[in-house]
T-cell receptor
């Protein structure tokens, strides 16, 4: 069955430090992968997506993600975190067979000044 | 401005009452979705609709109902049969772009059962 695992429930980083959020997926075919961000009490905002081609994907707000088929991973990175990046981050895979997004449980990011 | 609106932002319900959550989009997207979000569980699909007058159950449809009479609107009714309705509800719509179907989300409605 298709699934998405985000191994880290909470991550805390200092402002200005680099960030990597992990995402592993289980999907038989070529995956369509997404990262969304959610501020408290708000909806989800699309950061970036991967469907084919270059395995390093650039997104909004200075985020990027790298698709590694051999590791079934799609980790999100940012070279220098800002206090405004504190939020919850969700990785998702699109299941064409079921026509739906399958979400991970999310990673909550805290940023220390 | 194009976007997805959900109303109300907060909703309180007494046990045994049905309530309807509104979702409207002016993005001209064909497909619309309802998700439920609980702490630590990510998002779970309740219902989705790919075209007007058609919709399918998602993973947790029991106790919920929807309609899709207009392309722009996809209201969700939480019925008294839903045993644990307190949650954050998110509506989304999607369009095929950049090689894949991409979902965009509204701001959400927080439902609390008193």
């Amino acid at each position: 069955a298709q699934s998405v695992t985000q191994p880290d429930i909470h991550i805390t980083v200092s402002e200005g430090a680099s960030l990597e959020l992990r995402c592993n997926y289980s999907y038989g075919a070529t995956p369509y992968l997404f990262w969304y961000v959610q501020s408290p009490g708000q909806g989800l905002q699309l950061l970036l997506k991967y469907f084919s081609g270059d395995t390093l994907v650039q997104g909004i707000k200075g985020f990027e993600a790298e698709f590694k088929r051999s590791q079934s991973s799609f980790n999100l990175r940012k070279p220098s975190v800002h206090w405004s990046d504190a939020a919850e981050y969700f990785c998702a895979v699109f299941s064409g067979g079921y026509n739906k997004l399958i979400f991970g449980a999310g990673t909550r990011l805290a940023v220390h000044p | 401005d194009g976007g997805i609106t959900q109303s109300p932002k907060y909703l309180f319900r007494k046990e045994g009452q049905n309530v309807t959550l509104s979702c409207e989009q002016n993005l001209n997207h064909d497909a619309m979705y309802w998700y439920r979000q609980d702490p630590g569980q990510g998002l779970r699909l309740i219902y989705y609709s790919q075209i007007v007058n058609d919709f399918q159950k998602g993973d947790i449809a029991e106790g919920y109902s929807v309609s899709r009479e207009k392309k722009e609107s996809f209201p969700l009714t939480v019925t008294s049969a839903q045993k644990n309705p307190t949650a954050f509800y998110l509506c989304a719509s999607s369009i095929y772009e950049g090689g894949t179907d991409t979902q965009y989300f509204g701001p959400g409605t927080r439902l609390t059962v008193l």
